[in-house]
């Protein structure tokens, strides 16, 4: 047996170890240029998803990549644009913002996901980031996209360049808040938008957050990504509407690595609520599925180089 066998055969003995330890669970379908491969996911049997960790890489996609509805996930490229052209330090509220009466009469509105705002008011940038992200209030997103573009259509060409500009070649924006239906993307794009938002960190504070409210207004607005806080998830969004089904940008932090996940078209063509119910539901597996294999693993540690992808056992 020559040397270089001699080195392999441990290895890979280790590696199928660690996988065997995740039963139930099926690997991530091949991805070509994918970092790591055999990790145990499991994986939804409709729609699409991806998922990766930070210094490691892809763990894999599934699914067909064809460009579906996100429903509100699309608030976090809104987020995004606002927050690039409006920069805010961490603990920085930003500039008063005017409600208007478009926004005010939209509050009421029983057809689609909302927050109370009043014709007038002036709110903090972050506040109205809050309200748009946590309870998904989609008369604060097409607020927002007038305040920064005059209109929602010129804010539109404005997510649509920040696409481009990060490569996602399978995503058009037709509008900020994704109650449109053809507002469409692909697992893959979205995770990419996923690491970009993910960079700043008042975006970071505000998917966090397990709820929020309007000011002067008692109620509390909970966040409609009740992952929070399980498996080490610490954000992002959720969406779902008829076409689009159940859709799910998440992120978790286990051992100190970033984890982001997506997944899309969960239930679709049912009711928004069975929808999104579908896609939390898919995201617990998963979240709960990748933590599982990070903490079965030494190899996977921080300090550990981008190259180290082979799972390791468990010291003592």
């Not at 330090?89 to 009421?108: F, K, M, N, Q």
């Not at 481009?164 to 938008?193: F, I, P």
Request: proline content about 6%; hydrophobic content about 45%; aromatic content about 4%.
């Amino acid at each position: 047996m020559s040397r270089s066998s001699r080195f392999l055969l441990p290895v890979l003995t280790v590696v199928l170890l660690a996988v065997s330890g995740l039963s139930g669970c099926a690997a991530a379908p091949s991805v070509a240029g994918a970092a790591v491969t055999g990790v145990p996911l499991p994986w939804p049997g409709e729609g699409q998803a991806a998922v990766e960790v930070e210094g490691l890489g892809s763990l894999g996609v599934s699914g067909e990549a064809e460009p579906v509805p996100i429903a509100s996930v699309t608030k976090v490229m809104t987020a995004y644009v606002i927050l690039r052209r409006h920069p805010l330090r961490p603990g920085e509220d930003g500039p008063l913002i005017e409600v208007d009466r478009t926004a005010a009469d939209e509050s009421y509105s029983g057809l689609e996901s909302t927050v109370p705002l009043l014709e007038g008011r002036r709110i903090r940038l972050r506040r109205l980031l809050e309200l748009m992200l946590v309870p998904s209030g989609n008369n604060v997103a097409r607020l927002l996209a007038r305040w920064d573009a005059g209109s929602e259509e010129r804010f539109a060409t404005r997510m649509n360049a920040a696409a481009r500009r990060l490569g996602m070649g399978a995503t058009t924006y037709t509008g900020a808040s994704g109650n449109e239906d053809s507002t469409v993307s692909t697992a893959a794009d979205q995770l990419v938008l996923a690491k970009a938002a993910m960079r700043d960190p008042v975006f970071r504070a505000v998917v966090a957050r397990g709820d929020t409210a309007v000011p002067g207004d008692v109620r509390r607005l909970s966040n409609t990504n009740t992952l929070l806080n399980r498996h080490g998830v610490v954000g992002i969004k959720t969406g779902s509407g008829t076409a689009a089904g159940g859709n799910l940008m998440w992120a978790s932090r286990v051992r100190g690595r970033l984890v982001l996940g997506v997944i899309l078209g969960q239930a679709a063509g049912s009711d928004p609520v069975t929808g999104k119910a579908a896609a939390l539901e898919a995201g617990a597996r998963m979240s709960a599925a990748v933590e599982h294999w990070l903490l079965s693993t030494t190899a996977t540690r921080p300090d550990a180089g981008a190259g180290a992808a082979t799972a390791h056992p468990p010291r003592g």
